[in-house]
């Protein structure tokens, strides 16, 4: 609340200050332009760039399918090439394994014919043996077997010739074979080259055109980039213009300078009350946990005390009770011996009274002695009734004690420090405190 009526006081003397402050009026002499035609412009100006945004993303949208298929054509067209390359060379390689096949069985024919002529040779009977065998037979026989072997030999010359020559005609065949295989080889070739020369003349011609249209791409995108910078420019200039005309509007005179200058004191005085102000609840912050940190010191020593006391409260009743019940006993033992003594009375009595005596020998009883028959009945029956009281009184006694000492062991805090203050304030001795602190 006394904050609240400084800061209400404070804003009181700033509002009495303000108002004796002269305020000049002025006539605005700035002209401005419709800011509705303004915003317009600026919001038509604003979706044109949009849409620029928008056409130069689409366009560099196109350029990247454009060259995404231009790259697949080109790569397709390498595949295919490096394909059709694969298969000229499969079959030139095919012909030349075909052709070595050839030649190695013309080299094998050869050698089997030189191996033919030498077995013939070796086979044919030389001059001398069979010199040597006429000579055992007959010398007759000699010019015979000799014109023989001569006719063989000749014969085998002429057919190792024949076979020299058919071999050579086979080899000559198969190099004409080879060769024309060579030129087929070599015309596939030249074929393949000019397919490969023609698919790469195409793959240029559409890399060409593809950069072309990438140029036309890239040249509609600079000019919409030339286009989105004007626009930006002009943007800029509008801005500037709105900005400098309100500025012009909101432009201060001396007087409301003066006034700001004023209001401004003003808050900075308002803010240094408010540090002191901040600066002395702190320390009324300060004072108080100092006196709550006493009264939490002062309150751990009561309870000590309280504790103590509670704990001598609890001696003494223990003591008290002890006493109690050995008063309880003995007054219990006077009074069964005087109820003993009295019945005993009564019983002599009820036997030598009067009334008795007239009943049993069966006298009518007079009205004063019936009256005294009746008292000494209530007496006796009035004694009795006190005899019993008395008996339950003593056995309740220890039960009385007994809750009493708990219900001041079960106190709370508060209700501890109330008996701490009670007896704090009570005058008498230690049997009167604690009587009083079982009363509470």
Known sequence: EAVNLEETAATMRFARRASVVQTVSKESTVVVKDPARLFKEIDGLSTKLDDAHELVASLQRQLAERDEAARRDADEAVAAARREANVVVVAAEAKARESEARAAA???????????????????????????????????????????????????????????????AAAAAEAA???????????????????????????????????????????????????????????EKLKEQLLSEVQEEQQPSSAEQQQIELIEAELHWLAQEQDAQQTLLKEAAERRQQAADQAEELAQLLEAEAARLATEAKARAEQQKLAAEAAVHEEVRRAREQAQRQAQEDRILEETSPTRVRRQEGLPRTPGRREQED???????????????????????PTQMELDVAELEALTGAERQECIEALLAYDGDANAAATKLLGF
Do not use: D, F, Y
């Not at 990438?214 to 995108?221: D, G, I, N």
């Open 177 to 235: 074979e080879a060769a024309a295989a060579a030129a087929v080889a070599g015309a596939e070739a030249e074929a393949a080259a000019a397919m490969a020369a023609a698919e790469a003349a195409a793959a240029e011609e559409r890399a060409a055109q593809r950069e072309a249209e990438a140029v036309e791409l890239s040249q509609a995108l600079m000019r919409q980039r030339a286009e989105e910078v004007e626009l930006n420019r002009g943007l």
């Open 106 to 168: 013309a080299a094998a024919a050869a050698e089997a014919a030189a191996v033919a002529a030498a077995a013939a040779a070796a086979a044919a009977p030389s001059p001398e043996m069979i010199a040597m065998a006429e000579a055992a037979v007959a010398k007759a026989e000699a010019a015979e077997a000799k014109a023989e072997a001569e006719a063989r030999t000749a014969r085998a010359e002429a057919a190792l010739r024949e076979a020299v020559e058919a071999s050579a």
């Open 375 to 397: 008292r000494l009945l209530w007496e006796t029956e009035e004694r009795q009734r006190q005899h019993a009281g008395m008996l339950s009184g003593a056995q309740a006694l």
